[in-house]
């Protein structure tokens, strides 16, 4: 079975772009989940999102916003990047239901100059 | 979720068994126990996870205490490949997130 698949994998943008980051899980997972990963902060928790509806959320501002298709795939948006939202962005899927095992993909990095 | 606590680093001889402890003292009854490790800024890799029995996979075994307060992670001949930081996870089962700590990085050496 394919893993979790994140594309792209860097990106470069520049300060006040945005950019969509994307994500498609195992198949027959429909729960996806975002994080954040940054040296000072850790690992942060985003989003998730479950059945083309936001199921949770972390402590991040609005510019981070994101989306569910029906077939599960899930795109992030940052809108006017900051430098520090320069990070590894990372998914990962899980099945339907919460006590289900996560498992990540290999994370987008994103620098912003 | 309950707060972990890890020893920051680790070493450990390549083919020795590596026990990586984790402190949850504050683990609630239905909080399960999840250990992750994540090689190089590579996405975190799944290894196992536990409520209240020990556990036991093709990649490691999962130590629980009694009390539940603590768990031990071991894999049981560690190899170069084995190093990585180690990341001890504890989460009720309705909430589909995890919140990682700092983890434990894990050097394993010739």
């Known amino acids: 079975k394919a893993g979790v698949t994140q594309t792209p994998r860097y990106l470069i943008k520049t300060r006040g772009q945005q950019v969509t980051l994307s994500c498609s899980p195992i198949?027959?997972?429909?729960?996806v989940s975002w994080y954040q990963q940054t040296p000072g902060q850790g690992l942060q928790f985003l989003f998730e999102?479950?059945?083309?509806?936001?199921?949770n959320k972390g402590n991040f501002p609005g510019r981070f916003s994101g989306r569910q298709f029906s077939n599960s795939r899930s795109e992030m948006n940052v809108s006017t990047l900051e430098l520090g939202d320069s990070a590894l962005y990372l998914c990962?899927?899980?099945?339907?239901?919460?006590?289900?095992?996560?498992?990540f993909g290999p994370g987008t990095r994103l620098l912003v100059l | 979720d309950a707060k972990t606590t890890q020893p920051p680093s680790m070493d450990c001889a390549e083919g020795r068994a590596a026990n990586l402890p984790c402190n949850h003292s504050?683990?609630?009854?239905?909080?399960?126990v999840y250990w992750y490790r994540q090689i190089h800024s590579q996405g975190p890799q799944y290894i196992i996870h536990?409520?209240?029995n020990n556990e036991t996979n093709e990649m490691a075994s999962l130590i629980i205490t009694e009390d539940r307060k603590s768990s031990t992670l071991i894999l049981p001949h560690a190899t170069l490949r084995d190093t990585a930081v180690y990341y001890c996870?504890?989460?009720?089962?309705?909430?589909?997130?995890?919140?990682f700590g700092t983890g434990t990085s894990l050097t394993v050496i010739p």
């Open positions: 990962a899927s899980s099945g339907d239901y919460a006590w289900e095992t996560q498992y």
């Open positions: 198949s027959g997972h429909r729960s």
């Open positions: 999102y479950f059945s083309e509806t936001q199921r």
């Open positions: 504050t683990i609630s009854g239905n909080e399960y």
């Open positions: 536990g409520l209240k």
């Open positions: 996870i504890v989460r009720v089962n309705t909430g589909n997130q995890f919140y």
